[in-house]
């Protein structure tokens, strides 16, 4: 194994990559309340203050570990048609948070001016305002967008059993007859269809279908 391989630099010290690298393990293994500086520095036989040369504190190390997630985002194969493309991405998007342990809540309340994030905010947005949205409905469509994912993954992770029957239990049909009425389409499990559902309720705001359609960046959808 080269020392690059090792997460080490060509003149052998520790690199920034191999910290966040090694802080999404931890989070693999603890989870996000687990995580720290420390817990970081133990798992990679170094001293706390090594860590913190690289990542400064915890909250830069969660922005960090926030983009490389960001990362394993993949662009390649996107449909050419903007929607389809926005839909594609959100589910991708959701797809990255889910390979992660509270990966909806690492990202959630970072801030990360990085690479990975600002691509994906990037294409998203380029596929919002191709399907004829302006400047400010593309901007707050993709706000939107990334707002709902991270609530309804965040859910999604700390979902009790789907046998658990907690809500069903507590809803009483005199005191919440709303809920009573819906109980049954609030079940856990349902998230697949509660993002489809969510999803194409966000997007339905954009414009009709091929009006004001800004011509899009020729073959950028296939970038890699």
């Not at 080490?8 to 520790?14: A, E, F, R, V």
């Not at 697949?192 to 004001?212: Q, S, Y």
Request: hydrophobic residues 40%; neutral net charge.
């Amino acid at each position: 194994m080269t020392n690059k391989q090792g997460g080490q630099d060509s003149s052998g010290h520790l690199t920034r990559a191999a910290v966040v690298d090694a802080a999404l393990h931890v989070l693999e293994d603890r989870g996000l309340d687990g995580l720290s500086t420390r817990a970081v520095a133990d798992s990679l036989g170094v001293r706390m203050n090594t860590v913190l040369w690289h990542v400064k504190t915890k909250a830069r190390m969660l922005e960090l570990m926030a983009d490389a997630v960001m990362g394993e985002i993949g662009y390649a194969g996107l449909p050419s048609e903007p929607r389809a493309r926005a839909r594609e991405l959100a589910r991708r998007y959701r797809r990255a948070l889910l390979a992660h342990r509270d990966g909806a809540a690492l990202v959630t309340g970072t801030y990360p001016a990085e690479p990975h994030t600002l691509r994906f905010a990037d294409r998203l947005i380029d596929a919002l305002l191709e399907a004829g949205a302006d400047e400010e409905r593309a901007a707050w469509t993709a706000w939107t967008v990334i707002y709902f994912l991270l609530g309804l993954v965040q859910e999604e992770q700390a979902a009790p059993d789907r046998f658990d029957d907690r809500l069903a239990r507590a809803v009483d049909a005199g005191t919440h007859p709303a809920l009573h009425r819906v109980a049954a389409h609030m079940r856990p499990g349902s998230f697949e269809d509660r993002f489809d559902f969510g999803l194409e309720a966000i997007l339905a705001r954009l414009p009709e279908e091929n009006r004001e359609r800004r011509p899009r960046h020729p073959g950028r959808h296939e970038a890699p």
